[in-house]
């Protein structure tokens, strides 16, 4: 039996042993889909000597590093911010949206930012359905998070590949 997934082409092993010289057509082949960003040109070449003092070299990484935030929510109160990820998708737990002029938005945090652990409960290995539970119980949050712009065009591609491997799978005899 041959399967087809997400345009490869599968051999199961039960076909391999009777069929090993039997050639798959060139019609049936399917290339592989890869899914990837947009390109983005590369930024002019500036000579070091002048990175210093040029307005379009920016050497700043802080913005990356891991940071603390602080949020009180009082009993009922919205926590301001959406979270999206988990253990399932093995890309750990992202802020996938932050209200205008919430609490979470006056406290710093963005879209894109990486939850990395809160109340010192690591999140970086976490069910969503627990992070969610321990998000809405505490009243005190402590978060540390670092900033990954590119986080929700993968959890994104990542959903969007696990469709697609799920709704590819045909039988081909």
Same mark, same amino acid.
């Given at each position: 039996?041959?399967?087809?997934?997400?345009?490869?082409?599968?051999?199961?092993?039960?076909?391999?042993?009777?069929?090993?010289?039997?050639?798959?057509?060139?019609?049936?082949?399917?290339?592989?889909?890869?899914?990837?960003?947009?390109?983005?040109?590369?930024?002019?070449?500036?000579?070091?000597?002048?990175?210093?003092?040029?307005?379009?070299?920016?050497?700043?990484?802080?913005?990356?590093?891991?940071?603390?935030? $602080?949020?009180?929510?009082?009993?009922?109160?919205?926590?301001?911010? *959406?979270? #999206?990820?988990?253990?399932? =998708?093995?890309?750990? %737990?992202?802020?996938?949206?932050?209200?205008?002029?919430?609490?979470?938005?006056?406290?710093?945090?963005?879209?894109?930012?990486?939850?990395?652990?809160?109340?010192?409960?690591?999140?970086?290995?976490?069910?969503?359905?627990?992070? $969610?539970?321990?998000?809405?119980?505490?009243?005190?949050?402590?978060? *540390?998070? #670092?900033?990954?712009?590119? =986080?929700?065009?993968? %959890?994104?591609?990542?959903?969007?590949?696990?469709?697609?491997?799920?709704?590819?799978?045909?039988?081909?005899?």
């Amino acid at each position: 039996m041959i399967y087809r997934r997400a345009g490869l082409m599968v051999r199961s092993r039960s076909s391999c042993s009777k069929n090993m010289d039997q050639k798959i057509p060139y019609d049936d082949y399917q290339l592989p889909v890869v899914f990837l960003p947009s390109y983005e040109s590369p930024p002019a070449w500036i000579p070091p000597q002048e990175r210093i003092h040029h307005p379009d070299y920016n050497n700043e990484l802080t913005q990356f590093l891991p940071r603390s935030v $602080v949020l009180k929510k009082p009993p009922g109160a919205q926590l301001g911010f *959406n979270i #999206r990820g988990g253990k399932a =998708s093995q890309l750990g %737990i992202f802020i996938s949206k932050v209200v205008p002029d919430s609490d979470a938005h006056r406290a710093g945090l963005q879209e894109g930012d990486q939850v990395l652990s809160v109340n010192d409960v690591d999140f970086q290995d976490i069910e969503h359905s627990k992070a $969610v539970e321990i998000l809405k119980t505490a009243r005190e949050i402590l978060m *540390n998070v #670092r900033y990954f712009p590119y =986080s929700e065009y993968y %959890i994104h591609l990542s959903l969007k590949t696990v469709i697609q491997l799920i709704s590819s799978v045909v039988l081909i005899q």
